[in-house]
Structures are given as C-alpha cells and as structure tokens.
C-alpha cells in the first residue's frame, strides 16, 4: 500500500500562484511515476501533469502548459505543482496519484491516490 497526502492548496486572486506538494509512504520502493488531476464541481477528473521516477520525461494538459511546472524529490518521496499565472478556471481539488507501471494521462492508469487539495482562484 501507497499513501499520498496533498498540502499546499487555498485561496488566491487570479494571477497569484501557489505551491502543492504531495508526500509518498508505504511502500514506495522501486521506481514510479506520479501526476497530478484535478476535478471540478460538476466536471470529471481531468489530467493536469505528470513526470517520470527519473524526471526525464513530464507531461503537461495544454492549459497550463506554460504556467504550472512539476517536480519531484525521490529523496523526500515528494512531488511538487508550482502553479502561476492562476485563473479562476483552475479552481478544483487537486490530487496527487501514483502509478509503479505507466506514466499516462487517464486515471485509470495510476494505482494509488490522495484525498485532494482544494484550490480557489477568485477573479
């Protein structure tokens, strides 16, 4: 088993940024890839960005490309969002999600996830 928890989300005025993080336990040895969705009210879980154990390959969703920039201390077993330029339609719960196989852009394709992180982008 895999726990992941998220931290950093809040309230920010369109064009702030914030930071998210999302630490890894259990049973976290071997190499993973990890991403970031995210979900609005009334909306699927959407893919926002991932990256590989190595950091060698990431993926960005093409509307935050540009603004948000992922991370990863595998010393820490930590994943970071840095999120800038934020607008009011990248409010949603963000999760943190695992995955010891694939690196994708579906949910489907990860193993283990966060309970969430709310972000609030007032406009």
């Known amino acids: 088993q895999v726990q992941l928890v998220e931290s950093g989300g809040g309230l920010v005025q369109a064009g702030g940024s914030l930071r998210l993080s999302c630490a890894a336990s259990?049973?976290?040895?071997?190499?993973?890839?990890m991403a970031w969705f995210r979900q609005a009210p009334g909306k699927e879980r959407e893919f926002v960005a991932a990256i590989s154990w190595s950091a060698s390959r990431i993926y960005y969703a093409d509307s935050v490309k540009g603004r948000f920039t992922i991370s990863r201390d595998n010393a820490k077993n930590t994943m970071y969002l840095q999120m800038n330029s934020l607008k009011p339609e990248d409010t949603a719960v963000y999760y943190c999600?695992?995955?010891?196989?694939?690196?994708?852009?579906?949910?489907?394709?990860?193993?283990?996830w966060g309970q969430g992180t709310q972000v609030t982008v007032s406009s």
């Open positions: 259990g049973r976290t040895f071997s190499s993973y890839a």
């Open positions: 999600a695992f995955s010891r196989n694939k690196m994708g852009i579906t949910p489907g394709e990860y193993d283990y």
